[in-house]
């Protein structure tokens, strides 16, 4: 769907379209992450680490997908959807309302001191992304023998 809008170029007066209408624009208060586990500021153990989530979309079509990273390092990767919806063939893959994501040597460990670890929230609707983020910094101790 286009709107047409007026606009007056060198004195001429043309209808230009558009092709969204303002009210197509989405709402970005109702997109969201959280890392739910662990909390910012707590000591977890050095090594593989699971970090759980959510995170809340109005997209339509199932288009959006959460990735994580640790300390800012790219490319980030995607988390596991753990989602509720589920039908006679299985848990849907897009659904991230719940979400985890394991760092292993595979990606990066947890090393002894700080870590950053920041979740994303990617949404492509049509000709807009929307993107979130959230993080938290989490000290990695020594395992106790």
């Known amino acids: 769907m286009y709107t047409i809008t007026s606009v007056y170029i060198l004195g001429v007066l043309m209808y230009v379209p558009i092709p969204f209408a303002v009210s197509q624009v989405p709402d970005i208060s109702k997109f969201g992450v959280k890392i739910t586990y662990?909390?910012?500021?707590?000591?977890?153990?050095v090594g593989e680490l699971t970090i759980f989530g959510t995170a809340k979309s109005e997209a339509a079509?199932?288009?959006?997908?959460?990735?994580?990273?640790?300390?800012?390092s790219q490319p980030m990767q995607k988390a596991t959807a753990a989602g509720l919806n589920f039908t006679e063939y299985g848990r849907y893959s897009y659904d991230y309302s719940t979400w985890t994501f394991t760092y292993t040597s595979k990606y990066h460990l947890i090393n002894e001191g700080v870590n950053e670890l920041t979740a994303k929230l990617s949404c492509d609707i049509g000709p807009f992304n929307v993107t979130k983020?959230?993080?938290v910094n989490v000290d990695g101790?020594?395992?106790?023998?």
């Open 61 to 72: 079509n199932n288009t959006c997908t959460v990735y994580a990273d640790w300390n800012d």
């Open 38 to 45: 662990p909390s910012d500021s707590e000591m977890v153990s």
């Open 133 to 135: 983020y959230d993080s």
């Open 141 to 145: 101790i020594p395992a106790e023998d």
